[in-house]
């Protein structure tokens, strides 16, 4: 394991792969870290040999020592209660992730929320420049930590620098109502390579930082005054597919799968939603054309029930607590009404769970319904492709989840027509297995070809092969 005070490979993310919890008898653990960012990231980093910085999630001063967990050395930037309210609740999720998921929920703008997100980035950006070797790689990842390229840049200019953004990058006429989209735009062009889930959120990129900031730009090229290019170009991310049908094919999650269906009374049909209790993934919205399918007579509980998994999260952000009580009295409504002993519509499950009961759920569930109004990627959606090594079962799948580029074969849907859902669940509710069969054989090639570890390495090798700086005054050792 490389020390470290001399990484050549660095990773610098909001969060840690793990989260720092109180354990039930009242003593500190590590648990796994939500998201889909840890999810793709972890196994890159298992196979590289290189440092992850990142939050450990817990909200007071603690500040821990760098260590080794699993084999991944960790190396911890603390945050104080205040800065969680304002930067991480605040200006990450209260202001930039609204903004950039099409305004799903409405974005606050407050200047104390925007201090903070500078103050934690230099906070991440020193502690880069820190444990860089001399050449090294950094990759800095998402988008809470949009300033750090350029902070990282003044302090370290030998070091080559990615970005990646794992959520949508939003249209210009949506991005300009930011008060600080200069700053932004100006905080990402210190990276050499900005990466993107999809072709058009690069573009939306490069158009504005031509009007706004008025670097000329090349197709995906951009040019700083002093001559430095910066390419912006989209690598859209995976998991690890392999990882996850080995996982899918053991035999304690088979043995488990079977439990689930024989705990939900081995009905013809299992329906499944898998997310973070998001107000971007329409679980509301699909929870409800499940429910008038039921309530129509075109469902019948003895066919079909639903499982819904959703994991906590942002639970002090007020639009997320508004979210969840609306979540869970939809499922009251609906169970109250149509439910029988023994029997419910919807099982509602507000938990995490490991990644074995996950691929558990995909093994059971004959249809995963994954229904966004706006995702970057969405790998729930390709977590149950991985896990379908029989070729069987449905996904219906939102047009506005990054995924749907790729997998074209799925029961794509428009999650704001809860009657076209509806006509969707029940299309994929007849469809034959010949019908699944076709569909998920061409899905499975798409996900097994394009898995989390070709989309490090074709970033990292564009990230290599971005032209040297024309100011020869700069040095630029290669990384070894
Ligand atoms: P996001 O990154 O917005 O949460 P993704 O679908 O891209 O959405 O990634 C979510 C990740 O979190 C997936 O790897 C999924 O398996 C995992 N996950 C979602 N819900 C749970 C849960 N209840 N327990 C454990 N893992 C979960
Ligand atoms: C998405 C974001 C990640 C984030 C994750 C979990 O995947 O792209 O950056 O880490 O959600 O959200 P959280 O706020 O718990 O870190």
């Not at 970005?163 to 210009?172: E, K, N």
């Not at 039921?294 to 508004?322: H, M, N």
Request: proline share 6%; aromatic share 10%.
């Amino acid at each position: 394991m490389t020390s470290p005070a001399q990484a050549d490979l660095v990773i610098v993310a909001n969060r840690l792969p793990v989260d720092r919890v109180t354990a039930p008898d009242g003593s500190p653990a590590w648990r796994r870290s939500p998201g889909g960012l840890v999810t793709a990231l972890e196994p890159v980093m298992r196979a590289e040999d290189g440092a992850w910085i990142g939050w450990p999630g817990s909200s007071d001063d603690d500040d821990f020592e760098p260590f080794v967990e699993d084999g991944l050395s960790l190396i911890p930037v603390p945050m104080s209660a205040q800065e969680v309210e304002e930067f991480y609740e605040g200006f990450s999720n209260g202001t930039l992730w609204p903004l950039y998921h099409d305004l799903v929920a409405k974005p606050e703008f407050h200047r104390e929320w925007w201090e903070s997100y500078v103050a934690v980035n230099q906070r991440f950006a020193d502690k880069a420049a820190q444990v860089a070797a001399d050449g090294a790689t950094v990759w800095v990842q998402d988008y809470q930590l949009q300033l750090v390229p350029q902070m990282l840049r003044q302090q370290r200019p030998d070091l080559r620098i990615g970005f990646y953004l794992h959520i949508p990058f939003p249209p210009a006429e949506l991005f300009s109502q930011l008060p600080w989209r200069r700053q932004i735009l100006e905080g990402l062009l210190g990276a050499d390579l900005i990466g993107f889930q999809l072709p058009g959120a690069a573009a939306n990129f490069v158009r504005l930082v031509r009007s706004r900031v008025g670097h000329k730009t090349h197709r995906d090229t951009i040019y700083l005054p002093d001559g430095r290019p910066v390419k912006a170009t989209a690598f859209p991310i995976s998991i690890d597919t392999a990882g996850f049908e080995e996982l899918a094919r053991s035999e304690g999650v088979e043995r488990r799968a079977k439990e689930i269906r024989e705990a939900l009374g081995d009905p013809r049909c299992i329906f499944l939603g898998v997310d973070r209790l998001d107000y971007t993934k329409g679980i509301y919205s699909r929870l409800r054309a499940f429910g008038e399918l039921i309530r129509d007579g075109k469902l019948d509980l003895e066919d079909a029930v639903f499982v819904q998994v959703a994991t906590p999260s942002r639970e002090r952000v007020e639009q997320y607590r508004i979210l969840r009580d609306d979540i869970e009295r939809l499922v009251g409504g609906i169970n109250g009404d149509h439910g029988r002993i023994g029997r419910p519509a919807i099982s509602y499950l507000h938990t995490s769970h490991p990644r074995e009961e996950m691929a558990a759920l995909y093994r059971a569930a004959d249809i995963m319904v994954v229904t966004p109004f706006r995702d970057g990627m969405n790998l729930v959606a390709k977590e149950y492709v991985a896990c379908r090594f029989d070729n069987d079962g449905a996904l219906v799948l939102s047009e506005f989840a990054g995924a749907a580029a790729e997998l074209r074969q799925a029961w794509l849907v428009n999650p704001y027509d809860i009657d076209g859902m509806k006509a969707m669940l029940l299309e994929a509710f007849a469809a034959d297995s010949k019908e699944r069969g076709r569909r998920m054989r061409a899905m499975r090639k798409t996900v097994l070809q394009h898995d989390v570890a070709k989309w490090a390495e074709d970033f990292l090798r564009d990230l290599e092969a971005v032209p040297e700086h024309h100011d020869k005054s700069v040095r630029r050792p290669r990384a070894k």
